[in-house]
């Protein structure tokens, strides 16, 4: 079965650290992998996007970085964070299902908070 | 561009009501839409989705028009039930080699019982 497992579930880390959030998947090959960004009541900003082991297209300037170092890996980077980093991180994978139709799963989220 | 950046309205419905949670996406070239519901401190969950050659489809309780003339997206959720309140997001999909999904800016919906 395919999966997507993203982690850790939460983190608190002070303004300046580093970070690094990783996500895998299982049960598929060569998927496109996305990073999403979600602030507090607010949508999803799409952050990077991934086509291929390391390709990495940018969707918005950021304080953050990517990197799909596996087929099937892709981590979040920062080397100093901001308060304004702060927010529920998504990552997702997609592949074609269909003619024309991709099918898209979500990981279960990294909430971070900076202080 | 993208939708974001936006506080979300919320629509307020009685348990047993009908709902409709309106769309507007932003790319004339998308050919595929897709709606979520995401609940609090979880990823989004797939509800339905449409090919831009359908102007309607229907799946268990929940229905989605497609108007893109005005691009607009609708989702009616029939006999709306507590467990049906979340944020509901519209996306489109870029139909390019990224098919990145954009999504809408989305809407809270409360079920009062």
């Known amino acids: 079965s395919q999966t997507i497992h993203q982690w850790p579930a939460t983190l608190v880390q002070p303004v300046g650290s580093p970070l690094s959030l990783e996500c895998t998947v299982e049960?598929?090959?060569?998927?496109?992998l996305y990073w999403y960004r979600q602030a507090a009541g607010r949508g999803l900003q799409l952050l990077f996007y991934?086509?291929?082991?390391?390709?990495i297209s940018s969707e918005v300037p950021q304080n953050l970085s990517a990197s799909r170092p596996q087929d099937r890996q892709f981590i979040l980077s920062s080397k100093k964070l901001l308060l304004s980093d702060s927010g529920f991180y998504l990552c997702?994978?997609?592949?074609?299902?269909?003619?024309?139709?991709?099918?898209?799963?979500f990981g279960s989220g990294t909430r971070l908070t900076v202080v | 561009g993208e939708s974001v950046g936006l506080h979300l309205p919320t629509l307020s419905v009685q348990e047993g009501d009908n709902s409709i949670i309106n769309c507007a996406y932003s790319?004339?070239?998308?050919?595929?839409f897709i709606w979520y519901k995401q609940e609090s401190g979880k990823g989004p969950q797939f509800i339905i989705d449409?090919?831009?050659?359908?102007d309607k489809r229907q799946g268990q309780r929940v229905t989605v028009l497609l108007n893109k003339t005005v691009k607009h997206l609708s989702l009616q959720i029939a006999a709306t039930q507590p467990g049906d309140s979340a944020v509901y997001f519209c996306?489109?999909?870029?139909?390019?080699?990224?098919?990145?999904?954009?999504f809408g800016s989305g809407t809270r919906l409360l079920v009062r019982p």
């Open positions: 997702a994978w997609s592949v074609p299902i269909l003619q024309g139709m991709q099918g898209y799963t």
């Open positions: 049960g598929t090959s060569n998927p496109n």
């Open positions: 991934s086509v291929g082991i390391g390709q």
């Open positions: 790319n004339s070239a998308s050919d595929y």
């Open positions: 449409i090919r831009s050659n359908m």
């Open positions: 996306a489109e999909i870029w139909m390019d080699s990224s098919y990145k999904l954009i």
